[in-house]
């Protein structure tokens, strides 16, 4: 995969994908994965925006991006852009507002383009985490208690 940026996160690396004028994807790397700076003004540009918000949760990330999924997944990905930092929905909350199914809401999660700005890990299980990237134990659950800490986020059981 080719990557305009490789920035380092206290839980690995963060593959930055991106256009001129839009992020595309982030992308979750182990730690060993060499870092790369910035290949252009907008990778620069995200890069600052990321890199502010590792080192302080409560910095609102101001990046264009542009989303490729089916009209389900937009509804689900614009829905967790309104989920407060440090707050969270379960699946089926998140389900109920927008119409849809608590699994399809997973399914929608799970194909996040862009984790971190559209933030998926706000979004958890009835009674736990749920699962993190298509993965519902593991790392990327590591990556995803990190995330929820990082925004002062110390309880499982949803809020909000």
Not at 108 to 136: Q, Y
């Amino acid at each position: 995969m080719d990557y305009q940026a490789i920035i380092s996160a206290p839980f690995g690396k963060l593959g930055i994908r991106c256009s001129d004028t839009d992020l595309l994807g982030i992308e979750f790397l182990p730690g060993k994965t060499k870092s790369q700076p910035p290949q252009s003004a907008m990778a620069k540009t995200i890069c600052a925006e990321l890199e502010a918000w590792l080192a302080d949760a409560k910095h609102e990330i101001d990046l264009s991006f542009e989303l490729d999924g089916t009209h389900h997944q937009c509804n689900v990905w614009q829905a967790m852009l309104d989920i407060p930092c440090g707050q969270t929905l379960t699946y089926g909350e998140l389900a109920k507002q927008i119409g849809s199914s608590a699994q399809a809401v997973g399914q929608a999660c799970g194909s996040n383009p862009i984790p971190v700005v559209i933030p998926c890990h706000r979004v958890v299980g009835k009674t736990g985490l749920g699962g993190f990237m298509g993965h519902a134990e593991g790392d990327s659950l590591d990556i995803k208690r990190w995330l929820l800490a990082h925004e002062s986020y110390s309880s499982l059981s949803p809020k909000g």
